[in-house]
C-alpha cells in the first residue's frame, strides 16, 4: 500500500515550528507552484492527480463551479492502481455539501458588523470544519487497514480553519499536532503534499505561494506540484 | 502566606512533558485566568482529544505575544505555603546566560524524566548544567507512569539508571516523584493509583525547599567604592551582605589590616548600623590605606584571597577567547587584570553537548570551565555562598564574558 497524506495550505514554516516529527519525515520541502497564477486549491490537486498543469481548464470553468468538478479516475494517475482508495479529494471526490456549508459561513461572518454575531459564525464554522475533520480522519484510518493499493486522505482543516483562524497560534498548533499525529499512524510508505501552505494576515490566513512535501524514501529538492503523478507511479513499479 | 517568592526551572528532554507540568501545576493551583482552560479543553474535545495540559502554556505564551498578559518570561503559581514563579527560558542559551549573568536566577530545578523513555542524552546535558550552575535544590519527577500502568518496578528502573547519572554530577535530588502531569497524579494530590509511593508530591516537594535567605544573615561583606576626605575621612560603599555597626571590629581586604568602626554615615539620617544592600559610608577608628575595590568584613567567615579562582563563564564576545589571553576581571567593585590560564572543558550552550576539554579558546555563546589567574589578588567568594562576590564580569574594551565561581585557590 502507497499512503498520500494530502494536506491542504500546510504551511512549512509552522511544520517546523511545532516540530512536526512525523509530518516531516526524513525528507522534506517547499514545492514549487510559481507556474500558476494563483495558488488555487481546486487547480492544484487537479493538476496533481492528471500530472499535469490544469489551470487554464479549471479556470474557464468558473470560481464557483470549479469545485463540483470531478475528473475521470482514467484521466488520473489513479487508473494506475488497481484498487485505490481517495478520500475527500477536491476535484475527485470532494464533499460538494461540506464546501457548501464553508463558503456560506464565510461569506456571512465577512459580511457581519455585528461582534457577537461574528463570534457565532466562527464558532458554528470551526464546528463544521471540526467535525468533518473528525470524519476524515476515522475514515482513513480504517481505509489504512482496508485492502487498498493506494490510499490518498485529504485534509482540509488547517485551511478552512486557518482562513478565519491562522492568528490563533494555539488552535493551528493544536491542528498541527492532530496531523503529525496522523501522519504516525501511518506505517507503509507514504508521501506528504499540500496544494499550497499560508501566510498571516492579521488573526486571519491567506494562501501562500509554495506548498510542503515529505517522503521517507528520497530527497526530491523543490519539486512542481505535477511531478508527483511520476513519482507515485515510480513507486508502484517499484512496489510491484 | 509570609513566604518570599521561590524561583524555579523546569528542565529535561524536551518530549518529556516539560509543558503539559507547567500547565497542570497552574490548573491545580488554580492559576490560570477564568475561560482558558475551558478554550483549551473544547478545542482538544474539537479534535476529539481528552484535554491536554501542554497547550495551556501555548495559550498564555500567545497572549504574552499580543501584550495581554504584562510579564513577558516568568509564570506565578501560589500553594497555601508561598508565591511561586517559574521561570521561562525561551531556549539553552538564554536559560545559562540569564543563570549566570544573574537576570533571573533560579533557585530550584524540577528535572522532568519520561517514565517510559527514561534516561535521555538531554535529561543527562541538563541535568550537568544544573550542576555547572550549582543549583543544589532539585527534584527529580518521573512522569508520564500512566503509560506504563503506574508500575513500581518501572519506576525504580528509571530512578536507579538517573540517579547513577545524577551522582557523576554531584547532583542529589531531595526527592525522586513518580507523577503524571496528564492526569495530574501526586503534582497537587495524591491520587490512589501509586499506593507504593510514600513520598510528597511535587507541591509539597517545593514546599519544602528554602527561598534565597536574607543577606542580612550572611557575613558582613562592605564592598568599598570610594574615599572621600572631608573634614574625616569617609569611606564610602554598598553593605553586599551582613549587617556593619559602630565599633564592629573589621578587616580590611586584601590587605588584612584590622581595625574599628567609629561611625556609620547614612545621608541626612543619623544612624548606628546598615543592612544589606544599604550604599552608606563609614569612619575607621585607624587611618588605614583603604581604596576602591578592597572589601571589608568582621574577622569570622571570612572570603577567600586570592588570584586563582575556577569559574563557569558564558563568552558573549564575536571574538573568540584565547587560552592565555589578557582581560579586565570585574567582581563587585574591584578591578584588575587577568589571564585566563586553563579552559577545562567548551559546552554548546544550545545543544549543551561537550564540545572539547582542555581547549585552547571559547568562542560567541559557549559555556566553559576556566581557571583565571588574577595579576593582583582578588577578594572573592563561591557564588553558593555569597553571591554578590562569587559572580564576575570579563572584558575586552567592553563585557565579553560573566561567570559564575565555583572554586577559589587560598
Same mark, same amino acid.
Given at each position: 500500500?502507497?499512503?498520500?497524506?494530502?494536506?491542504?495550505?500546510?504551511?512549512?514554516?509552522?511544520?517546523?515550528?511545532?516540530?512536526?516529527?512525523?509530518?516531516?519525515?526524513?525528507?522534506?520541502?517547499?514545492?514549487?507552484?510559481?507556474?500558476?497564477?494563483?495558488?488555487?486549491?481546486?487547480?492544484?490537486?487537479?493538476?496533481?492527480?492528471?500530472?499535469?498543469?490544469?489551470?487554464?481548464?479549471?479556470?474557464?470553468?468558473?470560481?464557483?463551479?470549479?469545485?463540483?468538478?470531478?475528473?475521470?479516475?482514467?484521466?488520473?494517475?489513479?487508473?494506475?492502481?488497481?484498487?485505490?482508495?481517495?478520500?475527500?479529494?477536491?476535484?475527485?471526490?470532494?464533499?460538494? &455539501?461540506?464546501?457548501?456549508?464553508?463558503?456560506?459561513?464565510?461569506?456571512?461572518?465577512?459580511?457581519?458588523?455585528?461582534?457577537?454575531?461574528?463570534?457565532?459564525?466562527?464558532?458554528?464554522?470551526?464546528?463544521?470544519?471540526?467535525?468533518?475533520? +473528525?470524519?476524515?480522519?476515522?475514515?482513513?484510518?480504517?481505509?489504512?487497514?482496508?485492502?487498498?493499493?493506494?490510499?490518498?486522505?485529504?485534509?482540509?482543516?488547517?485551511?478552512?480553519?486557518?482562513?478565519?483562524?491562522?492568528?490563533?497560534?494555539?488552535?493551528?498548533?493544536?491542528?498541527?499536532?492532530?496531523?503529525?499525529?496522523?501522519?504516525?499512524?501511518?506505517?507503509?510508505?507514504?508521501?506528504?503534499?499540500?496544494?499550497?501552505?499560508?501566510?498571516?494576515?492579521?488573526?486571519?490566513?491567506?494562501?501562500?505561494?509554495?506548498?510542503?512535501?515529505?517522503?521517507?524514501?528520497?530527497?526530491?529538492?523543490?519539486?512542481?506540484?505535477?511531478?508527483?503523478?511520476?513519482?507515485?507511479?515510480?513507486?508502484?513499479?517499484?512496489?510491484? | 502566606?509570609? &513566604?518570599?517568592?521561590?524561583?524555579?526551572?523546569?528542565?529535561?528532554?524536551?518530549?518529556?512533558?516539560?509543558?503539559?507540568?507547567?500547565?497542570?501545576?497552574?490548573?491545580?493551583?488554580?492559576?490560570?485566568?477564568?475561560?482558558?482552560?475551558?478554550?483549551? +479543553?473544547?478545542?482538544? &474535545?474539537?479534535?476529539?482529544?481528552?484535554?491536554?495540559?501542554?497547550?495551556?502554556?501555548?495559550?498564555?505564551?500567545?497572549?504574552?505575544?499580543?501584550?495581554?498578559?504584562?510579564?513577558?518570561?516568568?509564570?506565578?503559581?501560589?500553594?497555601?505555603?508561598?508565591?511561586?514563579?517559574?521561570?521561562? /527560558?525561551?531556549?539553552?542559551?538564554?536559560?545559562?546566560?540569564?543563570?549566570?549573568?544573574?537576570?533571573?536566577?533560579?533557585?530550584?530545578?524540577?528535572?522532568?524524566?519520561?517514565?517510559?523513555?527514561?534516561?535521555?542524552?538531554?535529561?543527562?546535558?541538563?541535568?550537568?548544567?544544573?550542576?555547572?550552575?550549582?543549583?543544589?535544590?532539585?527534584?527529580?519527577?518521573?512522569?508520564?507512569?500512566?503509560?506504563?500502568?503506574?508500575?513500581?518496578?518501572?519506576?525504580?528502573?528509571?530512578?536507579?539508571?538517573?540517579?547513577?547519572?545524577?551522582?557523576?554530577?554531584?547532583?542529589?535530588?531531595?526527592?525522586?516523584?513518580?507523577?503524571?502531569?496528564?492526569?495530574?497524579?501526586?503534582?497537587?494530590?495524591?491520587?490512589?493509583?501509586?499506593?507504593?509511593?510514600?513520598?510528597?508530591?511535587?507541591?509539597?516537594?517545593?514546599?519544602?525547599?528554602?527561598?534565597?535567605?536574607?543577606?542580612?544573615?550572611?557575613?558582613?561583606?562592605?564592598?568599598?567604592?570610594?574615599?572621600?576626605?572631608?573634614?574625616?575621612?569617609?569611606?564610602?560603599?554598598?553593605?553586599?551582605?551582613?549587617?556593619?555597626?559602630?565599633?564592629?571590629?573589621?578587616?580590611?581586604?586584601?590587605?588584612?589590616?584590622?581595625?574599628?568602626?567609629?561611625?556609620?554615615?547614612?545621608?541626612?539620617?543619623?544612624?548606628?548600623? /546598615?543592612?544589606?544592600?544599604?550604599?552608606?559610608?563609614?569612619?575607621?577608628?585607624?587611618?588605614?590605606?583603604?581604596?576602591?575595590?578592597?572589601?571589608?568584613?568582621?574577622?569570622?567567615?571570612?572570603?577567600?584571597?586570592?588570584?586563582?579562582?575556577?569559574?563557569?563563564?558564558?563568552?558573549?564576545?564575536?571574538?573568540?577567547?584565547?587560552?592565555?589571553?589578557?582581560?579586565?576581571? +570585574?567582581?563587585?567593585?574591584? &578591578?584588575?587584570?587577568?589571564?585566563?590560564?586553563?579552559?577545562?572543558?567548551?559546552?554548546?550552550?544550545?545543544?549543551?553537548?561537550?564540545?572539547?576539554?582542555? /581547549?585552547?579558546?571559547?568562542?560567541?555563546?559557549?559555556?566553559?570551565?576556566?581557571?583565571?589567574?588574577?595579576?593582583?589578588?582578588?577578594?572573592?567568594?563561591?557564588?553558593?555562598?555569597?553571591?554578590?562576590?562569587? +559572580?564576575?564580569?570579563?572584558?575586552?574594551?567592553?563585557?565579553?564574558?560573566?561567570?559564575?565561581?565555583?572554586?577559589?585557590?587560598?
Amino acid at each position: 500500500m502507497i499512503v498520500i497524506l494530502a494536506i491542504d495550505a500546510l504551511e512549512y514554516s509552522l511544520v517546523e515550528e511545532f516540530n512536526c516529527y512525523d509530518l516531516k519525515q526524513k525528507f522534506y520541502g517547499k514545492t514549487d507552484i510559481s507556474e500558476f497564477s494563483q495558488p488555487r486549491t481546486i487547480v492544484l490537486w487537479s493538476s496533481f492527480m492528471t500530472g499535469k498543469n490544469m489551470e487554464k481548464e479549471i479556470v474557464s470553468i468558473g470560481d464557483k463551479e470549479m469545485w463540483y468538478i470531478k475528473l475521470d479516475i482514467e484521466n488520473t494517475f489513479f487508473n494506475q492502481f488497481k484498487n485505490p482508495k481517495i478520500i475527500d479529494l477536491p476535484g475527485f471526490t470532494y464533499s460538494k &455539501e461540506q464546501h457548501e456549508n464553508e463558503r456560506k459561513l464565510l461569506k456571512e461572518f465577512f459580511d457581519s458588523e455585528n461582534d457577537e454575531e461574528k463570534r457565532n459564525i466562527r464558532a458554528a464554522y470551526n464546528n463544521i470544519a471540526f467535525e468533518h475533520h +473528525r470524519k476524515i480522519k476515522q475514515e482513513f484510518t480504517s481505509a489504512l487497514k482496508g485492502d487498498f493499493d493506494l490510499v490518498l486522505g485529504y485534509f482540509s482543516v488547517a485551511d478552512v480553519i486557518g482562513h478565519l483562524n491562522f492568528g490563533n497560534r494555539t488552535m493551528m498548533k493544536m491542528i498541527y499536532k492532530d496531523l503529525d499525529e496522523i501522519a504516525g499512524m501511518i506505517s507503509n510508505t507514504f508521501i506528504v503534499l499540500s496544494d499550497h501552505g499560508m501566510e498571516r494576515v492579521g488573526i486571519f490566513g491567506d494562501h501562500s505561494n509554495y506548498g510542503f512535501w515529505s517522503t521517507g524514501f528520497k530527497d526530491i529538492g523543490n519539486p512542481r506540484i505535477t511531478d508527483f503523478a511520476g513519482i507515485i507511479k515510480e513507486m508502484a513499479e517499484v512496489k510491484k | 502566606m509570609s &513566604e518570599q517568592k521561590l524561583k524555579f526551572v523546569i528542565v529535561g528532554h524536551v518530549d518529556h512533558g516539560k509543558s503539559t507540568l507547567i500547565g497542570r501545576l497552574l490548573y491545580d493551583t488554580n492559576s490560570l485566568p477564568e475561560g482558558k482552560i475551558e478554550e483549551i +479543553r473544547q478545542l482538544c &474535545e474539537s479534535l476529539g482529544k481528552d484535554i491536554e495540559f501542554g497547550y495551556v502554556m501555548d495559550h498564555l505564551e500567545e497572549e504574552r505575544d499580543q501584550g495581554i498578559t504584562i510579564d513577558t518570561a516568568q509564570t506565578f503559581f501560589s500553594t497555601e505555603k508561598r508565591d511561586y514563579v517559574i521561570i521561562d /527560558a525561551p531556549g539553552h542559551v538564554e536559560f545559562v546566560k540569564n543563570m549566570i549573568s544573574g537576570a533571573s536566577q533560579a533557585e530550584a530545578a524540577v528535572l522532568i524524566v519520561d517514565a517510559e523513555e527514561g534516561v535521555k542524552e538531554q535529561t543527562k546535558r541538563h541535568a550537568y548544567i544544573l550542576g555547572m550552575l550549582g543549583l543544589s535544590q532539585v527534584i527529580a519527577v518521573i512522569n508520564k507512569m500512566d503509560l506504563v500502568d503506574f508500575d513500581q518496578k518501572k519506576f525504580e528502573t528509571v530512578k536507579k539508571d538517573l540517579m547513577e547519572f545524577l551522582s557523576d554530577v554531584k547532583i542529589k535530588p531531595s526527592y525522586v516523584i513518580p507523577i503524571s502531569a496528564k492526569n495530574g497524579d501526586f503534582i497537587a494530590k495524591r491520587t490512589g493509583t501509586m499506593d507504593w509511593y510514600n513520598g510528597p508530591t511535587l507541591l509539597e516537594g517545593l514546599d519544602a525547599f528554602k527561598t534565597k535567605e536574607s543577606a542580612n544573615n550572611n557575613p558582613l561583606r562592605f564592598v568599598v567604592q570610594d574615599v572621600y576626605s572631608f573634614d574625616k575621612r569617609i569611606i564610602a560603599g554598598r553593605v553586599e551582605s551582613g549587617i556593619i555597626r559602630k565599633g564592629d571590629k573589621i578587616k580590611v581586604l586584601p590587605s588584612g589590616e584590622d581595625t574599628y568602626i567609629k561611625s556609620v554615615e547614612e545621608y541626612l539620617r543619623n544612624v548606628t548600623e /546598615a543592612e544589606a544592600g544599604k550604599s552608606i559610608g563609614i569612619t575607621t577608628e585607624d587611618k588605614l590605606f583603604i581604596d576602591r575595590g578592597n572589601v571589608i568584613v568582621h574577622d569570622t567567615d571570612m572570603p577567600i584571597v586570592t588570584k586563582k579562582i575556577k569559574a563557569n563563564i558564558f563568552w558573549m564576545d564575536r571574538a573568540p577567547l584565547k587560552k592565555g589571553e589578557t582581560l579586565t576581571f +570585574r567582581c563587585a567593585t574591584q &578591578e584588575v587584570s587577568c589571564e585566563i590560564e586553563k579552559i577545562n572543558r567548551v559546552i554548546n550552550s544550545s545543544s549543551l553537548e561537550l564540545i572539547a576539554e582542555n /581547549a585552547s579558546e571559547i568562542r560567541n555563546r559557549e559555556v566553559a570551565n576556566v581557571v583565571i589567574r588574577t595579576d593582583k589578588p582578588v577578594v572573592v567568594e563561591n557564588f553558593n555562598k555569597i553571591e554578590e562576590l562569587g +559572580r564576575f564580569v570579563l572584558g575586552r574594551d567592553d563585557t565579553c564574558a560573566s561567570g559564575i565561581i565555583t572554586e577559589m585557590e587560598q
